[in-house]
């Protein structure tokens, strides 16, 4: 079986040489383990906290050589645990590898390989709407923004898999949207998906569009990228705006300072001047509630999952590197690794 792990320590922001693939025989599953077969993975950008050669923040630093760590959806392909059956779709965390043996007991915070309920959507979204990606989306809108009917959300990285569906979140509470992302078929989608207004930060009038796009200014900025697109977002808050902070993706390669100038006493000045409420989170607080919220309004049509895939393992490392250099897609970036049965 073919498996990806990690050549060197990312410098700025990965490259596929970064990452190499390797031929090893498929495991096999002992007492109290499972053998799973790899269908899909996710290109997740906090995969980047732990390609540092000196870990900065989140919980693993990689070893080089070993096999990269990264949600997948997989089938069981043989059982020794009485909670699996062969055939059973999970979603783990099994790493970049055509099968991978798990030990359902050995979990870490995240509990056991989750089962996949196939009757809702595709066992994809398991990686996107129906799992991690939402779960971030409803803790950052629902729990930590508290958006309410009648406010302005805007929303960074906004095509992206948290992004998306964070803004179809503030439609279903009655709030407006406002989307950021890179590029005009980027935007034109997020108004396809119901976003109310959008603005391009790669077009040379992004401060116009933004202005046009937020006049009467936005009580909630749900950041997933800080650096320039959060500079020229911060002047459009009002006093007192919530800013749930998801991630900041502009700054994932430049380690705890970057190159200058130095933007904080302006941040400072306006988080002091206009009582900006900012607060990091974690997706996963959601838990089952924010799950069982969004298929229930996926279910009733409220919410669309938006995936794009790219096919094969071999495709990863560039699918990965893809997420910080800029692509073209929208929604869920997914790497289809084998067929579904
Ligand atoms: N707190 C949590 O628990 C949690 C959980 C999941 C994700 N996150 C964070 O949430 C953010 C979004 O995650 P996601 O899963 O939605 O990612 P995603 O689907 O991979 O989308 C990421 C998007 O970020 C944009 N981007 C990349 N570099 C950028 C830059 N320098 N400036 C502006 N935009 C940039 C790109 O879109 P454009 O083409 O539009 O530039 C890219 O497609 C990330 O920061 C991620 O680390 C946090």
Redesign the pocket.
């Known amino acids: 079986m073919k498996q990806v792990v990690l050549a060197a320590y990312a410098k700025g922001n990965p490259k596929p040489s970064d990452f190499r693939i390797e031929e090893v025989p498929v495991p096999v599953a002992g007492e109290r383990e499972i053998l799973l077969r790899t269908l899909w993975l996710a290109?997740?950008?906090?995969i980047?906290f732990s390609l540092d050669e000196k870990l900065l923040s989140g919980a693993t630093r990689m070893e080089l050589g070993a096999v990269m760590v990264g949600p997948t959806v997989c089938e069981v392909a043989a059982s020794n645990h009485p909670d699996y059956a062969v055939g059973d779709v999970v979603e783990g965390r099994s790493g970049w590898q055509e099968y991978a043996v798990v030990a359902p007991d050995q979990s870490d915070y995240r509990g056991p390989p989750r089962k996949v309920d196939s009757s809702l959507a595709p066992v994809s979204t398991a990686l996107g709407a129906l799992g991690?990606?939402g779960?971030?989306a409803y803790?950052?809108i629902v729990n930590v923004g508290k958006v309410k009917a009648g406010e302005t959300v805007v929303i960074?990285?906004?095509?992206?898999?948290?992004?998306?569906i964070a803004g179809q979140i503030v439609k279903v509470l009655g709030g407006r949207a406002v989307g950021?992302?890179?590029?005009a078929s980027?935007c034109a989608a997020l108004l396809d998906l119901g976003f109310d207004a959008v603005a391009d930060?790669?077009a040379p009038d992004f401060a116009d569009q933004l202005k046009a796009a937020l006049p009467d200014g936005a009580e909630v900025y749900l950041d997933?990228?800080?650096?320039?697109?959060t500079l020229a977002v911060l002047p459009h808050l009002k006093r007192g705006a919530r800013m749930p902070m998801?991630?900041?993706?502009?700054y994932?390669g430049v380690g705890m300072e970057g190159p200058g100038p130095d933007h904080l006493p302006g941040f400072y000045r306006q988080i002091m001047a206009k009582a900006l409420e900012i607060k990091?989170?974690?997706?996963?607080f959601a838990g089952k509630k924010g799950l069982e919220d969004i298929a229930g309004w996926m279910k009733d049509g409220k919410i669309r999952f938006a995936e794009s895939v790219v096919e094969g393992l071999d495709a990863a490392p560039q699918a990965f590197s893809s997420?910080?250099?800029?692509?073209?897609?929208v929604?869920?970036?997914l790497v289809r690794v084998a067929p579904e049965a």
């Open positions: 290109v997740d950008p906090l980047r991690g990606p779960q971030t803790e950052g960074s990285a906004a095509a992206g898999a948290v992004g998306s950021i992302a890179g590029g980027k930060y790669k997933n990228v800080g650096g320039d697109v998801c991630g900041f993706i502009a994932y990091g989170f974690a997706g996963i997420v910080f250099s800029g692509h073209d897609h929604g869920k970036l």
